[in-house]
């Protein structure tokens, strides 16, 4: 079935780090692609989203280009700041259906 | 514009004990999602609510029934709760995406329930 596969966390950084989280996705369709970030004790924000092959997604200094020959939607940002630090979720959604496929997150810790 | 609001924010039940989770959003979206968040897990789809007067199950929707009352609530009723369902309750809403690219999903601040 469809489903998202992300790095397990969790990711420990000092400030000013590059960050990578990847994510790999198994969909029968043409999904379009988010990735969601969760501060402690908040609930979901969109982050980013790219709805065909090649589109990059940016919000915030964080990047993700779909990327559909290797099934992939990696998360960049070159200088993580403290106020980075949350969990980040990638997932996906299918036209047949409207409701999203989380991956399992990646919790992500920027030390100052 | 509130958004996605839900309450309550925190609850704490006994075995067999039954209660209604409620949400409601302002956004004049069609389609309304409950999720649960377990650690591990990431966020696994209960029911869902395309448009009013609808509603489908989703990934785990063993234990829950759901309403749609009207185009803004959507609630969640646990009718004999259990210790495998404490648990973090997400709703959320969006245009509905049939015919075209997903719509962004926009959550609500959650519901934190544990059951003893």
């Known amino acids: 079935g469809d489903s998202v596969t992300q790095m397990e966390g969790p990711v420990t950084l000092s400030e000013e780090a590059f960050l990578t989280i990847n994510c790999t996705y198994t969909?029968?369709?043409?999904?379009?692609l988010f990735w969601y970030v969760q501060y402690p004790g908040e609930g979901l924000q969109l982050l980013l989203k790219a709805t065909k092959a090649d589109d990059k997604g940016s919000n915030k200094g964080f990047e993700a280009t779909y990327r559909k020959e290797t099934t992939s939607f990696h998360l960049e940002k070159g200088s993580v700041q403290v106020s980075d630090s949350a969990v980040y979720f990638c997932?996906?959604?299918?036209?047949?259906?409207?409701?999203?496929?989380f991956g399992k997150g990646t919790k992500l810790s920027v030390k100052p | 514009n509130a958004g996605v609001t839900q309450t309550p924010k925190f609850q704490v039940l006994k075995t067999g004990q039954s209660m209604t989770l409620q949400c409601a959003q302002d956004m004049n979206h069609n389609s309304m999602y409950w999720y649960r968040q377990d650690p591990g897990m990431g966020l696994r789809l209960i029911y869902y609510s395309a448009s009013e007067g609808t509603t489908d199950k989703g990934e785990v929707p063993n234990g829950y029934n759901v309403s749609r009352l009207n185009k803004r609530e959507f609630s969640l009723r646990l009718e004999s709760a259990a210790p495998s369902q404490t648990s973090v309750y997400f709703c959320a809403s969006s245009v509905p995406g049939l015919a075209q690219p997903p719509r962004t999903q926009y959550f609500g601040p959650g519901t934190r329930l544990t059951v003893l």
């Open positions: 969909a029968t369709g043409y999904p379009s």
């Open positions: 997932a996906l959604s299918l036209r047949s259906q409207g409701n999203l496929i």
